[in-house]
């Protein structure tokens, strides 16, 4: 947007320059000075801001890769409610190429979910009201399968997108429950998608806490092909590209392309706001970016611009059907752009001080007394005035 925000800025000074104009004259010459000194000098900054102006929508033509691929981020969490298996299909049918979630586990089962405790996702306060603000993990899997959770997404609806559902959209909505891994791997499987989850690590004296990692590595490999899961958690991971090298190794932080290949990582897992070409630099080394969390198109754009291979989305369903990145164009058309609005404004904002000079009749810097009794401005030029003649 920067392109657009700097010609934004010059228009709005060219407009302030006729009241800044209209008082100018009215001032006295230490005054004209101060005010036309700041005039200038935000004037003639923007005019040279786009020297160090950067933005990646601006290339050369032919130069903008494919369009990242999206991620359904907890599914598709505007459609359904959030980590269940109906938010998951709907990511699927909006077009998703991949699916994003987070686990955690009790009594041997990995489940979804994402935050600490249940209480906001499901109805554990009616269920279990005495544990609403316990761990997520300490509840058993049986515990687990009596909470409903969908009902908070139809009575909160925290996108503000339920009234756009069908019927039989808010009926499936109502009776989901908390999925496994399996379940949701199950869902990936089928339809050949891409898996990525942040895996949470039990608290201390958990039954689990020693081998959450070896667990989640079984069901990993009874319901899916493992080349489709992307591993982000980074404990032992020499560990577990020992057990299972065809996953595909995901690092959640940057480092040099040295640390990154010395751990087998193939894809990075950025927040959008790391965006920059310089991933263009990990794509030389086959090591591609995925980015979170985008939902706006414009955001999207932007990404599309920088290069990055996928992002994570709460919006598949919009994102899905951008075509074409909402603003692109070469530097040469920028150029022009940015030294036809400086041209512009210059001229109207000479034109606009040289009209109010002309009307007012006075020398450019007012150091006389002198009024012009027949122009559109009052004859008395200060209170001062005022006050000698009534005296």
């Keep these: 947007t920067a392109p657009y925000l700097h010609v934004g800025a010059v228009s709005l000074m060219a407009i302030l320059s006729w009241p800044i104009a209209l008082h100018f004259f009215r001032m006295n010459k230490r005054r004209q000075v101060a005010v036309l000194g700041l005039y200038l000098s935000v004037l003639f900054s923007l005019y040279l801001v786009p020297l160090g102006m950067y933005s990646p929508c601006i290339k050369e033509a032919g130069t903008l890769g494919p369009a990242p691929a999206l991620m359904g981020h907890r599914g598709a969490p505007m459609l359904a409610p959030e980590n269940t298996v109906m938010s998951f299909e709907k990511a699927v049918e909006a077009g998703g190429e991949g699916l994003e ?22 109805n554990v306060a009616e269920v279990f009201p005495n544990r609403t603000h316990i761990d997520a993990s300490m509840f058993t899997w049986a515990e687990l399968q009596q909470l409903n959770a969908g009902g908070w997404f139809l009575s909160r609806d925290p996108f503000g997108t339920v009234s756009s559902l069908s019927e ?17 791997l199950e869902v990936a499987a089928g339809t050949g998608r891409l898996v990525l989850f942040d895996l949470r690590r039990p608290p201390y004296g958990h039954p689990y806490s020693q081998s959450y990692i070896n667990t989640t590595l079984q069901v990993i490999q009874a319901h899916i092909n493992s080349s489709q899961v992307l591993w982000l958690p980074s404990e032992d991971r020499d560990l577990v590209q020992a057990v299972d090298p065809q996953l595909q190794q995901t690092s959640g932080e940057k480092a040099s392309i040295q640390e990154l290949t010395d751990d ?92 109010h000079w002309r009307e007012r009749g006075l020398p450019f810097w007012s150091g006389s007394r002198q009024t012009h009794e027949n122009g559109p401005y009052s004859k008395f030029r200060t209170l001062s005035d005022v006050w000698s003649i009534s005296s």
Aim: hydrophobic share 40%; aromatic share 12%; with cysteine.
């Design 168 to 184: 039989s959209d808010r009926s499936q909505a109502q009776n989901q429950s908390v999925p496994s891994l399996a379940q949701f």
């Design 101 to 122: 979630t987070d686990v955690t586990i009790y009594d041997g089962v990995p489940f979804l979910m994402h935050d600490s405790t249940l209480k906001r996702t499901t």
């Design 264 to 355: 087998h990582i193939t894809r990075l897992n950025l927040h959008y706001s790391t965006m920059s070409q310089q991933q263009i630099k990990y794509q030389s080394v086959n090591i591609s970016t995925n980015l979170y969390v985008i939902s706006q198109p414009w955001l999207y754009t932007l990404a599309w611009c920088s290069g990055a291979h996928s992002v994570t989305s709460n919006s598949i369903h919009i994102l899905s059907s951008i075509n074409k990145p909402l603003f692109l164009m070469t530097p040469e058309e920028y150029s022009l752009m940015w030294i036809l609005t400086d041209v512009v404004s210059a001229f109207l904002i000479i034109a606009v001080f040289v009209f």
